[in-house]
């Protein structure tokens, strides 16, 4: 009889949930019309910064700004991606301003590189979408703190938006606490992959509320793109993944699941309002926790300890 340790049955156990409410997602998603962006601003003199821009959400992302007129930098760690992303860019919009920079999220050097390439533009950064995401991989430690070093550039306008491009398998979380989180013995792919969206949410709400304390102006919000036919998913088992693509017909393409997002960072109607959580071109509900200042305070207080090691350990280095 083989016996496996707690952690491979709790492992199983969140996987089976995950499915469970994705299988309703979807269903809801179906059964809900799609929405468009409305009242848009026009793009001309604004300045995005777009993570994950060379493919996927993303780069239908990149595109409709383009149109827009937005002045584009796709962020990027594999630069043959975005070169060829920013040609059929240009080949399908001689007028789109799209340009690529580096930028590697799991290193803080090269997001300090990033940041400091960015000011040698002598640009106003008006939108950040961090958009850049994996799914069910294997354990790893990764750093992060772009919005921290944009902010602290001071290259960003007075009136921007941040939006993280979170997902609704936040849900799949509850119930969550961050010291449960943090002092878990066991990793869970399918876990983890839903507690980073929620705390990309729970994080968000956290900086928009600094901000506001401080006076600032700048909004952050979170939205949910939808279930989208993307290479999201190639990380998925042999079984899951012929059963996913069986399904796939019923995904939203890369240009509807874009359009919330459009919606978050060129919508005049969310103009000055932050700590909103949308999908669908609308405002939505997240999970309660999300909104615990308490948890957002644990949640900021271990990232910035985090983000504080992985510096002192990078100007070791360099």
């Known amino acids: 009889m083989l016996f496996f340790s707690l952690g491979f049955y709790l492992s199983i156990y969140f996987a089976v949930k995950l499915y469970i409410f994705s299988a309703f997602i979807l269903l809801f998603q179906i059964l809900k019309p799609h929405s468009r962006p409305k009242s848009l601003r026009n793009g001309n003199n604004l300045v995005a910064i777009v993570t994950g821009g060379a493919k996927g959400i993303g780069l239908s992302v990149v595109k409709k700004l383009a149109r827009l007129n937005v002045h584009v930098i796709i962020a990027s760690r594999c630069k043959k991606e975005a070169i060829h992303a920013i040609e059929t860019i240009k080949s399908q919009n001689r007028k789109a301003k799209v340009e690529y920079l580096m930028l590697d999220l799991s290193s803080v050097k090269s997001i300090k590189n990033f940041v400091a390439e960015f000011k ?11 958009n850049a995401g994996v799914m069910l ?14 902010m602290e550039s001071g290259e960003i306008g007075r009136q921007s938006r941040i939006v993280n491009v979170s997902s609704h398998a936040h849900y799949a979380t509850y119930p969550f606490s961050v010291d449960s989180m943090i002092k878990r013995s066991y990793f869970s792919s399918h876990r983890a992959y839903c507690e980073s969206k929620l705390c990309q949410i729970m994080f968000g709400n ?3 509320r600094q901000l506001m304390a401080n006076g600032s102006l700048v909004t952050v919000n979170s939205c949910h793109p939808g279930v989208v036919n993307t290479d999201l998913y190639e990380n998925l088992h042999t079984t899951t993944s012929w059963f996913l693509n069986k399904l796939r017909i019923l995904f939203k393409t890369a240009d509807q699941g874009a359009d919330t997002i459009i919606h978050s960072v060129m919508s ?25 200042r308490k948890e957002q305070e644990k949640l900021w207080d271990f990232t910035m300890s985090t983000l504080k090691t992985m510096l002192e350990k990078v100007n070791e280095k360099f």
């Open 120 to 130: 040698k533009r002598e640009l106003q950064l008006n939108i950040l979408i961090n």
């Open 137 to 150: 991989t294997s354990y790893t430690n990764t750093e992060c703190g772009l919005e921290e070093e944009i």
């Open 206 to 208: 956290m900086l928009h």
């Open 268 to 292: 005049t109607e969310i103009e000055g309002t932050g700590g909103l959580y949308l999908s669908n071109c609308k405002r939505f509900h997240s999970l309660t926790v999300c909104n615990n």
